[in-house]
């Protein structure tokens, strides 16, 4: 390694359309085919169902926008890591790089790997030693196509994230082409169907399972330090990514739900079985299982080239080993960055107790997303702070629209669970002597 490090500045070599990629790439995951289900059983009307999914894009672009402001005035590795700094100082910085690094990143990446292996074990028949097997290796593949160079990378990505939006526009257009499924489905359209949950507590549990399957987008600007033109380019990723992301969300909604009477639904698992089953007969479930892997598997890559910048740029700060700073001289990437989120997310998949840890840091990541788009308050009244070319539209009402909207969701996370809350809470406040 010492014979490979010659430079230790990564290279802008991602173009607009890598980046709106991996937007759309990250964020498109399992969620998709496990959320409609739940919102059209608790929320029983199709038209407040998308309206949940229109309010959470609103939002979503919102927070794009913020973030694009963000990312143009610190086009450097890091993302939400960088803007606390600036924003509010090393300390809270800080904070958010050890949540990042020691619970989150590898957590979420575990558990999608392990999501993938469980969809390939069904499709292959794997013992339960196979599943993870295959769980692992994923993480090890495509942690190694990232140090072997950018280009390569973003070219896996953008190959990923048009086979995931080709194989989810040929299901919504077999589906309809074919009339395999019922537009009464859609009836009532407006009115809540009868054995529909509460409209208050089916609307507040149909906004959070919507946030989070929108969860991601956020992590392009943790790339800021190698997109090209950031200023110009990284603004217009993250809203044109976030956009195609709500309208797929929308179409593979009413697919299912045409495909599926919501009175048939009682799982997200059985719902996307049954709908794999409506569209392609008996072995519709192994068929469905396979675009399921190729999603995750666009959403696994976009997280483990995204994820090791900020242990990159933590390391460049001198707040973590700075050899974790060094950029691999052959392939410009920082490889060591990303074999550390790569062998912590292994150690989880092989421990297999991850999912109950990351439930208690949900609480604590939408409230550091909140702090960064909060942030931007303060670097706009600060005399030092550099002034970007792109600006955020519609400043201050953008950001506080969706902050109010962020406020909600903590209001409802902390109520729901609130020891759960706390405990994440502490548990960040533990890297406060590290």
């Known amino acids: 390694m010492a014979s490979a490090r010659t430079d230790d500045r990564l290279k802008r070599r991602i173009g607009l359309g890598t980046a709106t990629a991996i937007v759309v790439g990250e964020t498109i995951a399992v969620g998709i085919f496990l959320t409609p289900a739940g919102m059209a059983k608790t929320i029983g009307s199709p038209a407040l169902v998308f309206s949940v999914w229109l309010l959470m894009g609103a939002m979503a672009v919102c927070g794009a926008l913020c973030y694009g402001e963000l990312a143009a005035r610190f086009p450097e590795a890091g993302g939400g890591y960088v803007y606390l700094r600036e924003a509010y100082g090393e300390g809270l910085a800080f904070l958010y790089g ?42 090890l593949l495509l942690a190694a196509a990232n140090v072997y160079g950018l280009e390569f990378g973003a070219r896996l990505m953008r190959w990923l994230t048009a086979l995931k939006i080709g194989l989810l526009l040929f299901v919504l257009a077999w589906g309809f082409a074919f009339r395999l499924g019922d537009w009464s489905n859609f009836s009532p359209f407006f009115a809540q169907r009868e054995g529909s949950a ?7 549990g149909g906004l959070v399972a919507a946030f989070f ?15 090209k033109d950031p200023a110009r380019n990284l603004p217009r990723a993250l809203a044109r990514g976030v956009l195609v992301v709500t309208a797929v969300y929308i179409l593979t909604t009413a697919a299912f739900i045409y495909l599926v009477p919501p009175e048939r639904v009682t799982s997200g698992e059985t719902f996307a079985a049954q709908a ?44 973590f080993f700075r050899g974790v700073a060094r950029v691999h001289a052959k392939f410009g990437t920082p490889a060591r960055a990303i074999a550390v989120q790569a062998a912590l997310a292994s150690l989880l ?34 005399p030092d702070a550099p002034r970007p070319e792109y600006l955020t539209p519609g400043y201050p009402l ?24 706390l405990l994440g809470v502490a548990a960040v406040a533990a890297g406060l002597p590290v």
Not at 104 to 112: E, K, R
Not at 288 to 315: C, D, E, K, N, T
Not at 398 to 415: D, E, H, K, Q, R
Request: charged share 10%; glycine share 12%.
């Open 276 to 319: 794999g089953e409506a569209l392609f007969g008996r072995h519709g479930g192994a068929v469905f299982s396979a675009v399921v892997i190729v999603a995750v598997a666009g959403s696994l890559a976009g997280l483990i080239m995204a994820a090791p910048r900020v242990y990159y740029a933590m390391a460049r700060d001198g707040v």
């Open 349 to 382: 998949v092989l421990a297999g107790n991850f999912e109950e840890i990351i439930a208690y840091f949900i609480f604590v990541v939408v409230l550091f997303i909140a702090l960064t788009v909060a942030g931007l308050f303060r670097l706009r009244r600060k």
């Open 198 to 204: 509460p409209l208050v507590a089916a609307l507040a």
């Open 398 to 421: 953008t950001p506080a629209a969706f902050l109010s909207l962020i406020a909600v969701l903590l209001v409802l996370l902390g109520g729901n669970n609130p020891r759960q809350a």
């Open 98 to 139: 050890w949540m990042a690094l020691v619970v989150m990143d590898p957590g979420i990446t575990a558990a999608l790997a392990a999501g993938l292996g469980q969809y390939a074990g069904y499709v292959c028949g794997l013992s339960p030693f196979g599943v993870k097997a295959v769980a692992v290796a994923s993480i």
């Open 213 to 227: 399957s929108f969860g991601g987008w956020w992590d392009l600007s943790k790339l800021a330090g190698e997109v």
